[in-house]
């Protein structure tokens, strides 16, 4: 079975740029997460969803960030306009309602210049 | 929020030797990780244990819900298991699942 996909897998942009990240979760599952790794802050929770439904956005840092999941297999986390602060491992993951295991995607490197 | 502490933040080993990561968190959970994120970056799901013993090859871990600690066990260490190994938790509410919050991180090297 295809885990969590994610792409792409490394982007790297200009200040000011628009950049878009897109995960597909675990065909199934119903609740997905966005994460976002870098060394200061180390591994946070930024949105997450269930059967699509925004749950929590506390964890997205600023108005630059938006999530959005218009169906249960597609989802995409953007930033407009991206800073070099923005710069991170970005990690999507799945869950199966009832089950509580995260399944972690590849993550995506994205760094701004 | 709730509180997770990873110990010891870092252990160098000599491979075949055995060792302890310890996970401590502040609030009831019932949904606790372990991951082992590789040299590559990639999040590897190790155990889910709330609650409980579980053991898988070389590694086990038990967790003691009631005393908010978990402890992940790694005996006759190789040089794969090198990497970072994460603890993470989270309530499930019943209307869905709720996300991770997770340690810093245990940063294992074992060396040949």
């Known amino acids: 079975d295809a885990g969590v996909i994610q792409s792409p897998r490394h982007e790297v942009t200009e200040m000011g740029q628009e950049v878009t990240l897109r995960c597909k979760p675990i065909s199934g599952h119903n609740s997905l997460f966005w994460y976002r790794q870098t060394m200061m802050r180390g591994l946070e929770l930024l949105i997450y969803f269930n059967n699509n439904v925004p749950i929590d956005d506390s964890g997205m840092p600023e108005d630059r960030f938006s999530a959005k999941m218009p169906n249960a297999s597609f989802s995409t986390l953007k930033i407009q306009p991206s800073e070099p602060r923005d710069s991170a491992v970005y990690f999507c993951?799945?869950?199966?309602?009832?089950?509580?295991?995260?399944?972690f995607g590849p993550g995506t490197r994205l760094t701004v210049l | 929020g709730i509180q997770v502490e990873q110990s010891p933040p870092d252990l160098i080993l000599q491979e075949g030797a055995n060792s302890t990561l310890r996970c401590n968190f502040s609030?009831?959970?019932?949904?606790l990780q372990w991951f082992h994120q590789n040299p590559w970056g990639q999040l590897i799901n190790l155990f889910y244990?709330?609650?409980g013993t579980k053991q898988n090859g070389r590694l086990s871990a038990t967790t003691v819900a009631t005393e908010r600690y978990s402890l992940l066990y790694i005996s006759s260490s190789q040089t794969t298991d090198s990497g970072v190994y994460f603890c993470?938790?989270?309530?499930?509410?019943?209307?869905?699942?709720?996300?991770?919050?997770f340690g810093k991180g245990t940063h294992l090297i074992i060396q040949p």
């Open positions: 993470a938790v989270g309530m499930y509410s019943g209307g869905g699942a709720d996300g991770l919050t």
């Open positions: 609030d009831s959970v019932n949904n």
């Open positions: 244990i709330p609650s």
């Open positions: 993951a799945s869950s199966l309602r009832g089950y509580n295991e995260q399944f």
